[in-house]
């Protein structure tokens, strides 16, 4: 299949392309760095270079496409995220709709079925609005749930108070990792009939589970996941350097999270099976980097 990745080499990405790529696909991998080009072509894929915000080079991107992998890389540079998404998401039907591709595979998120008080998921809400109104198409959603990664914001956090302070984490919510995205976004690239929506997750944990197993593996057998206040949250991220919108976003989706509304679609529609890393796999990749 000549199958068209919109998600560069990042996390998930570089796993999906490889994965691909082995499995004998002429994969097509798009990038908004030059500096990919070379990266790209040692795993023998076929580089593009250009912008997403581009709809004409998407549709040149889609051309002769059996299959396309559409993810939005967050951008937190633009003035408001949310509109970035719902931008790029319109350039893409427009190139999906003019190059008549008809496998489509959209990363989503977990929350995207919710149209208010998700933070910046929100824009994978509108991703998800846009891309469902293609004709002619068959579409899967993937919605993946917490990323493992995000927890390496709390390394400094912990190097200088000893603990974890959230917003959320008092009952157990799903985390999953990028190569377990990696590996259901291969098959459902591969597999033309499929559900229409996917969860997908690795693992469940509380907070205070998290923070047990992150701490043995960095020599803290004590270490505390603490909740604290929105406002709290919201002030550390800023004296962090955060920019203010931006606080107040993770603070909104932080907030949903601990309320469950983020997590009751995924408790309705939960995966067969869990993904392959376990949160202490991925204790290991944190406790290098908390090393450093």
């Known amino acids: 299949m000549k199958i068209t990745l919109t998600s560069s080499l990042g996390n998930i990405g570089k796993t999906l392309a490889e994965n691909l790529i082995k499995n004998g696909h002429e994969v097509t991998i798009i990038s908004h760095s030059l500096e990919r080009k070379a990266e790209i072509e040692n795993i023998n894929g076929k580089p593009l270079i250009g912008s997403l915000q581009d709809t004409e080079f998407l549709v040149s991107a889609f051309s002769g496409a059996d299959a396309v992998f559409l993810m939005n890389p967050p951008d937190y540079s633009q003035p408001d995220i949310r509109e970035y998404y719902r931008q790029i998401s319109t350039n893409f039907a427009k190139a999906i709709e003019k190059t008549r591709v008809y496998r489509v595979v959209l ?39 917490y990323f493992y ?16 302070l959230a917003n959320y984490g008092s009952t157990k919510f799903p985390l999953v990792s990028p ?8 098959q459902e690239l591969e597999n033309n009939k499929s559900e229409f929506f996917k969860y997908i997750a690795s693992s469940e944990h509380t907070g205070q589970e998290i923070a047990t197993t992150l701490g043995k593996a960095i020599g803290i057998s004590d270490l505390k996941w603490t909740i604290v206040s929105d406002e709290d949250v919201k002030k550390g991220m800023q004296q962090s350097g955060i920019p203010a919108n931006i606080a107040s976003l993770f603070t909104e989706m932080y907030h949903s999270l601990e309320n469950g509304r983020l997590t009751e679609n995924y408790n309705n529609n939960k995966p067969s099976k869990m993904g392959r890393e376990s949160l202490s796999d991925f204790a290991n990749e944190f406790a290098t980097l908390y090393n450093k």
């Open 179 to 186: 190569k377990d995205i990696a590996e259901i976004a291969t």
């Open 107 to 145: 990363l989503s998120s977990f929350g995207a079925h919710l149209n208010y008080g998700t933070g910046s998921i929100l824009g994978s809400h509108f991703s998800e609005e846009i891309i469902k109104q293609v004709p002619k198409i068959n579409l899967t959603i993937l919605r993946p749930t």
């Open 149 to 164: 990664y995000n927890l390496n914001n709390y390394v400094d956090m912990i190097r200088y108070t000893g603990q974890i």
